[in-house]
Each structure stands twice: as structure tokens, then as C-alpha cells.
DNA sequence: TTGAAAGCGATACCAT
DNA sequence: ATGGTATCGCTTTCAA
């Protein structure tokens, strides 16, 4: 690699000071340096092609310009779209994004967190995985700002952006029991993450109002790692039992990925065998045959205030924390009838 | 923030010089400090809860550890896969991955080349933009590692990992052929980019070898900026005309996933009133009523050659250039028939 | 208006 | 075996 050109290489040759040079090309024309000098300089370093190292800036300042984000994959469409969408508010502030995905599990997001706060990230924005409670405090013991995003610790007071969860299936299950369902199952997965557990008590609040109690077999609990190897028995149950169930609400899009799926191969038709309401969308209902109805999450506002918030916090540290609770929506579609 | 500790702090504790704390916690074992002093140093280095200020480390060794990944759009699920491969082959060399979106803009490719150039990765994986040819080469100019992934530009020399385009094309279009197909369209974008040419020329060949002419009427480009303006009007071109065709192949993933809603929005059945190949799978694909057929990439291998590559360059700069081009396979379902 | 020099944190050469 | 010190590139204080 041609070495770099450095301001000693422009002070050289402009046959002035490191200490000029730096004054005129960071602090533009009002910088105390005479003016014939500004534009001489200003011209080599433009022949010379000069690009300051954003490293030893860093070192010097103490600051990075750059975040770390954590999703659970960044190949699964939900957190691709964030990751695009907080690249574009990132860049606003000029901030670089450097990413890793913790698969969910909590040793690779505390690898992860570790290897990004050697590499000096300025602060964090994290969709936390599960048993990571711990490292989030320490996160926060030591004073480096971080926002999470999509789930968040109740226990704790961090800043977070979510959406209402809580709502948002409540609303989905009582539009199934307004469609005339009355065993309604709920497939979600196995998880303590607030996020999950509020979903599950949306569907469960929305069914106690009906005036029944949610029927613990109704309620289908999938482990992260072992979708595939569960998804088909978890759906024979709720829907080839004694008492089958007549609506399904997934509580996320690759758990209704991998459970329509198991539908159709059961020649189930929705809806008329079967409701479904679905969290979030996802490409791939585009081509189902019956138009899902779906939980709308607002993606890009939880992306562009989770930048935000963060900025904010990384300037002023001291400033009180954010807590931003989204409404999602629900787009009604036939499957749902 | 907590001011973080250093190596100075741990020296002043322990009463040594910064010299020796950096060759204990450097050189392990060997490192020529005395046993008891070494572990006296480790002690506290463990209880400070040390970390190495890795920026300093960079501007001390001119190496960042960190590559920026350039693509089209993060958010595009060819290029979201890509990216976690690309993640979990970096974090085997110990790099980080930094990422950005041109958006297929040259000039937003050129904005994301400058900013991570100032911040010093050591080199680059790109999906190269239309028009980026200039900027690929300034990067060649400046020996800054690069390996270009999915496209290239044939003529400058380069690092690349990419499919064979030509290939792939040229025997899904024999595919269609054999099926019994004579009038095949074709739909791709209006772009000069290699990959896409040669998927141009793949279709074009095949079609020359079973005896015919490619007709400019069947061959279909859109817009990169405006694809959903333009799809339906040159799908109904290929399939309403006087001399309609039996079969189109798509040259991506997202031109069948908007190609095809149009095709069911005008009620015409695949494979009976046409068949369809697609480039690329997607999981938009799962709920199509007819299962595709499609060109199958080898994102793994693309992936981790690119990283494997690029880390190589880097270490070792006068190594010679790797060009590698892996065979993409025919994944045959009823859609081709 | 200009510049010398300290310092950010870590490494490595060269003394002792 | 241990440590002083120059160095990486840049910012900033202080002095001239």
C-alpha cells in the first residue's frame, strides 16, 4: 500500500508548520492563518490528494465515529431493513455502522460487545439476546451509551425503542375473535425476552376479555435453535387435536414462514380451515395464496430514533434516557377472516 | 464515559514501566520480563479490567482490522446473506466489517469508498456500482486491497469472486428450450455491468444454438431506479404481443418477484401459459403456487473466497491476483416446464 | 499569524 | 531482565 500522505507530508512541502497546515484544513477560513498561506496550503493538499487518518483523529479525540450494532442475524430480513435503514441515519451524523449478529445466543453477543469496545465504538445499538441481561449492565456500569431495539430489559432503565407488543397482539387477537374464532392458538417462541413474553400476554389479555381463560395448550413455545425440528409438531397440535384451534397468530414472520408452510402440506386452506394473523411481513407472503393479515412494526421510525437517541447520548452523556414505545398497526388481509 | 484504563495505569500500580506491562501482556510468556513480575502485571491488568485501545494499536501498526463491505443494498436479502457469511469468515482473521449501500449509485459508491479509505480499512469487498469502474481503478492506483464480488469489470485486472453468469444462463435457457419453449423472453436490467451482460449473452447464446436468432422484441431491460414503474408494461410487452412468448427468465430475484405478481395480476398460469426461471432463490419464492425453477449461486463460497482473498492481499501485497469463478446450479421444479 | 511541543495509547528499538 | 524513548497522525495549548 503507497503510503499514506500525512500533514507532515503537506507541511514539508508548503515549508510551514504540522500546527498550520492542521489549522487550515480543519477549521476552514477562519483558522489565524494568513490568507496566501490558507490557499497555498489548501492547494497541496488537494494535489497531494490528502485524506486525514480517521484513526489517529480518534485517537486523539477520544471518539470513533462509529457504532456498533448487534441484531440476532443480519441476514434475516427484519434486522436487514433496520440495518439499512439505521446505515442511512448513521451516515447523517457522520457515523460508520460496523455490525455483528449474536445468532440469539448470549456468548456470542458478549464476544461481540467485547471485540466492539476494544475497537472503540462510540456507543451501541443492540436487539439484545436472550440471558444477555447481564452484559447490558455492565454495559452501562461502564458508561458507554447503547439504545436497544425491537426487545429490552424491563428491570433495568436503558434506553430502548420498541414497539407496543403488548397491543399489537392484543389487537390481532381480538380481530380473531371478532372473525368468530373461539380457540385461537398462539406459536411463539421459547423465550424470557420481554418482547416475546409481551406478545404472549397481548394474545392472552385479548383472550381474558373474551371472557375465557388462555388455554396453556393453546400456546405453542418454540426454541431459537431448533425451529425446523419443532415447527410441524407444534401446528399438527394445535390444529389436528381433539379441540383443534380454528385461528393461529405466529409471533413472528419465520415462525409463520416455516408454519404455513406446515399448513399447506396439511391441505389446511386459509382461512376458511384456518385464520392467521402474522407479526411483521415479509417478502416471502407476497406470493401466499390468501393475503396475510399482518402486524405492521414501524421499522424505520425504531431505526431512526434508535440512531438518534444514541447520537444524542454519545454528546451529552449525561442526558436523561429515552424510552420509545412505537405503535405498530394491523393491515388487514383475508387470511384473518 | 468511565475514562478507560491503559497501559499506563497498570504500570503505575504496579510500579514498572509501560514497557514491560506492554511485552507481558503482548508476548505472553516469553516475553523476557521475570515470572514473579509477570504475573504480578497480569494480576492487575485483570483486575483493571484491561482492555487494548485497539485504535491505538492501528496507528501504531497501520493495520485497522477492518474491511468495508460495499453492495448494493444491505437490505436486499441476496446481498443481507452475503453480508453474514462475509461477517463470520472476517471474525475468523480477527477483522471487523463495516458496510455501506450504494444503492447501485456510482456516485454514492464513490462517497463510500472515501469514507472508509479515511478511516482506514485495510481493504475492501465490493459489489461494484454502474459507472464505478474509474473509482475501482483509483483504488487500484492507491494498492489499496480490494476484491470485487457478483460483478467485475473484464477489463482491468482485479481480485473477483463471482458466477458464471454465462453459464448459468446459457443452460437455464436450454432448460426452457428442451421443455419445448421456441419464443423465450428475457427480463434483466438496463445496465452495463458485467454480470449482467453476461447473463444477456448466456440467454442469447443458447438461443443461437438451437438454430434461432435472439429477437431484440423478447429481450426485456429495466431501470435499476425505476423497476416498479416499468415491470408491468414489459411484462405485458412479452407476453401480450402478436407473438407472445411461452417462457420468460428473470435475470434476479427481484425482477421474478415483481415480474411474476404481474403475471398472476393477468391471470396466466405457470408453467402452463408460461414458463419461468428465475436467477437466484428467494424466500419470496416458498409461497409460490408453482415451484420455481432458479439459478442457485453459491453465496457461501463467494463469501468466504472473497474474505480469504482479501485478508491474503493484505498480508501479503505482492501476491498475484486471484480470479475465481464458481458454477451456480440449475434447480429444476415445475415452473420450467 | 505562526510554530514548538505535549499528548492520545500502544509498540519496539536500543540501552542499561 | 527492565525501561527510556521515538513513533504512528492529528489536535490543541501555549509561547513567540
New interface residues.
Given amino acids: 500500500?503507497?503510503k499514506k500522505v500525512s500533514l507532515k507530508d503537506i507541511a514539508q512541502k508548503a515549508g510551514v508548520s504540522i500546527a498550520s497546515v492542521s489549522y487550515v484544513l480543519t477549521k476552514g477560513n477562519n483558522s489565524g492563518v494568513g490568507p496566501e498561506l490558507s490557499e497555498k496550503i489548501k492547494k497541496i493538499a488537494s494535489e497531494l490528494n490528502y485524506?486525514?487518518?480517521?484513526?489517529?483523529k480518534?485517537?486523539q479525540s477520544g471518539k470513533?465515529y462509529?457504532i456498533g450494532l448487534i441484531v440476532a442475524?443480519?441476514?434475516?430480513?427484519f434486522f436487514?431493513?433496520i440495518?439499512?435503514i439505521i446505515?442511512?441515519q448513521a451516515?447523517k451524523y457522520n457515523y460508520?455502522?460496523?455490525?455483528?449478529?449474536s445468532d440469539e445466543m448470549a456468548s456470542k453477543s458478549s464476544d461481540l460487545i467485547?471485540?466492539?469496545?476494544?475497537?472503540?465504538v462510540d456507543g451501541f445499538i443492540i436487539a439484545p439476546a436472550e440471558d444477555s441481561l447481564e452484559q447490558i449492565k455492565a454495559l452501562q456500569k461502564?458508561?458507554?451509551?447503547f439504545v436497544l431495539i425491537d426487545r429490552y430489559f424491563p428491570e433495568i432503565d436503558t434506553n430502548y425503542v420498541a414497539t407496543d407488543n403488548f397491543m399489537a397482539t392484543f389487537k390481532a387477537t381480538n380481530k380473531l375473535i371478532e372473525s368468530g374464532n373461539s380457540e385461537i392458538g398462539l406459536i411463539a417462541y421459547n423465550s424470557e425476552l420481554y418482547h416475546m413474553q409481551e406478545r404472549i400476554n397481548g394474545y392472552c389479555k385479548a383472550i381474558e376479555e373474551a371472557g375465557c381463560s388462555p388455554k396453556k395448550s393453546n400456546i405453542k413455545k418454540i426454541d431459537f435453535s431448533s425451529l425446523k425440528e419443532q415447527i410441524n409438531k407444534k401446528v399438527d397440535e394445535l390444529v389436528l387435536s381433539d379441540n383443534p384451534v380454528s385461528a393461529i397468530l405466529f409471533a413472528t414472520n419465520t415462525l409463520a414462514?416455516y408454519g404455513?408452510?406446515r399448513i399447506?402440506a396439511l391441505k389446511l386452506k386459509v382461512p376458511d380451515d384456518v385464520s392467521v394473523i402474522v407479526f411483521d411481513a415479509?417478502?416471502?407472503?407476497?406470493?401466499?395464496?390468501c393475503p396475510l393479515t399482518y402486524i405492521k412494526q414501524p421499522l424505520f421510525e425504531i431505526g431512526t430514533n434508535a440512531v438518534d437517541i444514541l447520537v444524542d447520548q454519545i454528546d451529552k452523556?449525561n442526558k436523561k434516557l429515552s424510552q420509545v414505545c412505537i405503535k405498530s398497526t394491523l393491515v388487514e388481509n383475508e387470511s384473518s377472516k
Fill in positions: 500500500m503507497a485524506r486525514p487518518n480517521q484513526i489517529a480518534s485517537l470513533s462509529s442475524d443480519i441476514s434475516n430480513p436487514a431493513n440495518a439499512r446505515e442511512d451516515k460508520t455502522v460496523i455490525f455483528g449478529s467485547t471485540f466492539f469496545v476494544n475497537r472503540q461502564q458508561n458507554i451509551p414462514l404455513l408452510k399447506d415479509a417478502e416471502a407472503f407476497d406470493f401466499y395464496y452523556p
